[in-house]
């Protein structure tokens, strides 16, 4: 039996101090599980609750689009500056070094090119190789109302609920085809729709009217897209307005990397994104990070 003499009794059970039950910082994540909030609180910044996420899958369907020729030469020097890496597994293990310890957002749907009819895609990554990638989360394109809309839905369900085994969020991607139009009917619909499906987050497109209604109806967090590439004081005006109205993020390509100086873009997206920084505040930091350069 052990000494018990001149032992002292120093535990402190903290009676009378209820234990906190703190809420998760995230729309609507506050009843997942633990691994699934810690993955969202890699993609999204706690301190800001927001991200700034840097797509570079276009070659999936676009081939080596301008920009991404060389991802080794164009996407790495950009890896530090953004949140999260959004791609393919192909472009994350042939060009990107896992030095940079960045979040990776794995395109995971596949199947067309813009060859073909783009809706006709399937799941093109197992949940297993998404773990072997240490995936953060997994985006399937859903195209709502388009022809093939349920395989493309059942292609979002299929990865929700593997990614809900293995504490994986998915993030459902509104997917607008030639004919639709991107306006708040639309993408509220897209969006809801993602979001009830069980997805954790969602890419979709800005409008100017009507988008903060799009984001009100999605009980879930939205990160806009960057689209086609436009000027950079446009793309700046587009991601100030859009987080104001309520996005949680921007996931931008095009916009950062065929930028004249991308690395400046990327870190003026980000101050407007993480700081509040107004467009044209934004543009002046990206004009003189871009003559020093």
């Given amino acids: 039996m052990a000494e018990l003499t001149g032992n002292k009794d120093a535990k402190n059970y903290g009676i009378g101090i209820p234990a906190k039950t703190e809420g998760f910082f995230l729309k609507g994540s506050c009843h997942y599980d633990w691994g699934m909030q810690d993955r969202l609180s890699r993609i999204f910044r706690p301190a800001s609750g927001k991200t700034v996420m840097l797509a570079f899958d276009d070659g999936y369907i676009m081939g080596p689009t301008s920009g991404l020729e060389r991802m080794d030469l164009s996407v790495v020097p950009l890896a530090e500056h953004c949140d999260v890496l959004m791609c393919t597994r192909g472009a994350l293990r042939t060009c990107i070094p896992p030095v940079h310890n960045k979040p990776v957002c794995l395109r995971v749907s596949a199947g067309a090119t813009i060859l073909k009819e783009l809706s006709d895609e399937t799941v093109g990554v197992a949940i ?30 299929k990865v929700i609920d593997a990614g809900m085994r293995h504490g994986i969020p998915t993030l459902g991607v509104t997917a607008v085809g030639k004919q639709m139009v991107r ?12 979001a009830e499906l069980g997805a954790q987050f969602n890419k979709t497109y800005y409008c100017e009217e009507g988008f903060d209604t799009v984001v009100a109806a999605c009980p879930i967090p939205i990160v806009i897209a960057g689209g086609k590439k436009i000027p950079e004081p446009d793309a700046l005006g587009m991601a100030y307005k859009a987080i104001d109205q309520g996005a949680l993020g921007v996931d931008m390509g095009r916009n950062i990397f065929q930028a004249d100086n991308p690395i400046a873009m990327l870190k003026a997206v980000s101050a407007v994104v993480h700081e509040g920084e107004k467009p044209d505040k934004a543009l002046d930091m990206y004009n003189t990070l871009k003559n020093e350069a």
């Fill in 183 to 194: 306006d708040a009917r639309y993408l509220g619909l897209a969006g809801r729709l993602i």
């Fill in 128 to 157: 297993d190789d998404a773990i072997r990638c240490n995936a953060s989360a997994m985006a399937v394109q859903v195209y709502v109302g388009s022809e093939f809309e349920h395989k493309t839905i059942a292609n979002l369900t």
